[in-house]
């Protein structure tokens, strides 16, 4: 019983977002301030917009760090990796849709300042995690803490998956298939 409150009280304490003080981070040309609303919304004021873009990134990391990680892996068709087999018929259909490499390409793909934007934004995210190092966030630490320094393909891949949630594509051709055995090509 002693090592169960124990271990709750070490998991309640690990990884907590941070809303006060000020943090040091090496990547900003210039002090970025960081207002708090009631409703816990933060407002960011950066004199550039690379600051603005790191800032953010540690700010998201600070925030929503396990929903990143398990984004990017489920963009990647790696989230398996991290919380097992029943995950594997979402990392294959992940990977048969090319997810990383599509997130490769529009990254090459990018303009300069769109990469200036998601460069910024890894800066940040990373400054995040070495300075909090191994004190992650409760989730993570159960699931075995495997987080990898983000890339700005991660970020792209974020949005690849967020595009194919929105898209509703999954189960439509499933559809189409049987409209086409019921009513014939002209027809559907």
């Known amino acids: 019983?002693?090592?169960?409150?124990?271990?709750?009280?070490?998991?309640?304490?690990s990884g907590r977002p941070r809303r006060e003080g000020t943090a040091r981070l090496p990547v900003l040309s210039a002090p970025v301030e960081v207002r708090w609303t009631r409703w816990g919304v933060p407002c960011v004021f950066a004199r550039g917009e690379a600051d603005l873009a790191e800032a953010l990134g540690y700010l998201h990391a600070n925030?929503?760090?396990?929903?990143?990680?398990?984004?990017?892996?489920?963009?990647?068709g790696t989230l398996a990796e991290l919380v097992g087999r029943a995950a594997l018929d979402r990392d294959r259909t992940v990977r048969q849709l090319r997810g990383r490499q599509t997130a490769e390409a529009l990254w090459k793909a990018s303009s300069p300042e769109t990469r200036g934007w998601l460069e910024a934004y890894a800066r940040g995210v990373n400054a995040?995690?070495?300075?909090?190092?191994?004190?992650?966030?409760p989730e993570l630490r159960l699931l075995g803490d495997h987080v990898?320094?983000?890339?700005?393909?991660?970020?792209?891949?974020?949005?690849?998956?967020?595009?194919?949630?929105?898209?509703?594509?999954?189960?439509?051709?499933?559809v189409r298939l049987l409209l086409l055995g019921r009513f014939g090509a002209e027809r559907t």
């Open 1 to 13: 019983a002693l090592l169960c409150v124990l271990g709750f009280f070490w998991l309640r304490s």
């Open 63 to 76: 925030d929503r760090l396990v929903q990143m990680e398990l984004g990017r892996r489920a963009a990647f």
């Open 128 to 137: 995040w995690l070495r300075e909090r190092g191994r004190d992650l966030p």
């Open 148 to 174: 990898t320094p983000w890339t700005p393909a991660d970020s792209l891949g974020i949005a690849f998956l967020m595009a194919d949630d929105v898209s509703g594509w999954r189960g439509r051709e499933e």
